[in-house]
Nanobody
Framework: QANLVESGGGLVQPGGSLRLSCAAS????????MSWVRQAPGKALEWVSS????????SYSESVQGRFTISRVNAENTLYLQMNSLKPEDTALYFC??????????RGQGTQVTVSS
């Protein structure tokens, strides 16, 4: 059974950093494009970043470009999102997802990120 479990969220001050992790199981992680998406209260799901399975090609939304870095360790079936220079508008429930950009087939339960002073 395919499963994604996120961790690493929390409360951070504006300008701070967090690193999210996602443990994948039940499918061939190394063959799968992976993404991070987020949902702020009262708003629609928003794509944040994706990383390809083989070439390591990455893509970011304009809102996080230059501040966030997506990475993966295939040997550990783990996906990461390093978030720097966090802003209050980054506050959201962050989900790890299997797929590229909006073409998602599986999503985790999410980890809450709150940016506030």
């Amino acid at each position: 059974q395919a499963n994604l479990v996120e961790s690493g969220g929390g409360l951070v001050q504006p300008g701070g950093s967090l690193r999210l992790s996602c443990a994948a199981s039940g499918f061939t992680f190394s063959n799968s494009a992976m993404s991070w998406v987020r949902q702020a209260p009262g708003k629609a799901l928003e794509w944040v970043s994706s990383i390809d399975s083989g070439s390591g090609r990455v893509s970011y939304s304009e809102s996080v470009q230059g501040r966030f870095t997506i990475s993966r360790v295939n040997a550990e079936n783990t996906l990461y999102l390093q978030m720097n220079s966090l802003k209050p508008e980054d506050t959201a429930l962050y989900f790890c997802a299997k797929g590229w950009r909006s073409s998602i087939s599986l999503r985790g339960q999410g980890t809450q990120v709150t940016v506030s002073s």
